[in-house]
């Protein structure tokens, strides 16, 4: 067991000859993304696609997409927390530190799309005059508060896992990890626990109401096409849900392949994950279907034609490949896994599972720009520039410098140390 | 001549719904609701940290802090950020 110990600190005390590159390469696209955002600092939104017309693009896209990932991190450590679901529990701070990464790039895009960003402090500033009328302000409440917890609930249970990480390391490292737990005492695990599990209950109702509230930002609109929408809050979580879980898979096959975890991070973990992900990817689907039908059939006309275009016209190539390609193939594959008994197979499962990833990012995308184009009568207006194109590589090459760099602070898996004792 | 028409009766009908549409017309208190169901759990959260057991005075000391500092964090990035940006303003 010790040496298990051993193995799972070894991110925070080895760096591979490949780290420095892998980040190298990141924090180019980064530093390239900043160029960009620069100029559209510059020169204003003029610069990007976006216009009178068609307000809100590929930022808004990214908004809604990190806010959904984000989802995944703490249903899962709820989860190991509630319902003593102990065999994720490897996986556990993999997917709490992605909710973290995650809702920081949602904050950030919100910043990003913003004309005049220097006016981002009227939200707090102005917050008790509109938080009665405006689901923005609703939002930011709720991801504020779901920040404030995520964090709280990462650090707490994982000081005593960085206390074992010192007393196994030297010089700066065992300095580093000494300032990381200011006032640590031996026996604290005992309230600490309760805290966690206090906090477990308390994120659940927060993390759902984040995803309302974004929902809430669309479907309030009332005069736009396909966004008023009763069901809009449910909708919304059961992607957050699919997507969330899919990028931990993606990310837990890659830290287990790159770690040498495969003993740790079993592959019935991936099968029990896969199984929930396709299930929550057929909810979806139907609830597409509904909405999609409903509008065709009986929608008033902005309805019908917007949703005409979704199917049928100027977004039909994308939507149909987003569907079959992202959608229906990877729960295809995972529903027949699910009947194959005792089979998982992590690479394909983690393939399959990035192909819903992406598909979940270009649904956001088709969630705004077709009605906010066509709801207006102008289709086929909006298309990003190579500013934003550059601001969204960034936008996912920081996740993952921000990921990677954490994984040399952050044990990623949580260390049995009362069974090592 | 019948997309033009759809496009010009899609276009009354996008302005005639929004200025229909009043936002929260019974003047119902829906802010308050919404904020208070999202902030409910936290009391419940802050009433464990302080009344539940076991209990220590250094670690629920810790925990508040921690809540406090990630709070400001929040409030002080956005400031932060609106000040750094407001410099190309």
Known sequence: MTDNVDRMLRPLMHTSREFYPFVAILGLTFAVSVYAYQQQLMYGLGVTGLNDVTIWGVYIANFIFFIGISHAGIAISAAVRLLNAHRYKPIARIAELLTIVSLIMAGMSIVIDLGRPDRAMLLITEYASRFMYSPLIWDITAVATYLVLSTTYLYLPMRRDIKVAMERSTGWRASLFKRLIPLYEEGEEATIDRLSFWLAVTILPVMVMVHTTVAWIFSLLSSRPLWFNAFAGPYYIVAAVASGIASVMVIAAVVRRIYHWEDIIKPDLFRGLSNFTAMTTLVYLYMMMAEQLAALFAGPSGEAFVSEEWLFGSFAALFWVMTTLGLVIPFLYMLVQAFRKDYVNVGWTAAMSLMLVIAFWFKRYMIIVPTLSIGVQQVGIYSPTWIEAAILLGSFALPLLLYTVLTKVVPLIELEVKHDA | ?89
């Open chain 2, 1 to 89: 001549m019948h997309e033009a028409l759809v496009y010009i009766a899609l276009a009354i009908q996008s302005v005639a719904s929004a200025l229909e549409s009043t936002v929260n017309p019974l003047g119902r208190p829906l802010g308050l609701i919404v904020v208070g169901i999202i902030e409910a759990p936290v009391v419940v959260l802050l009433l464990a940290a302080l009344l539940g057991k076991p209990r220590s005075p250094k670690i629920t000391a810790l925990f508040m802090g921690w809540v406090l500092v990630m709070f400001g964090a929040f409030v002080g990035a956005v400031f932060f950020l609106s000040y750094l940006l407001g410099i190309f303003y």
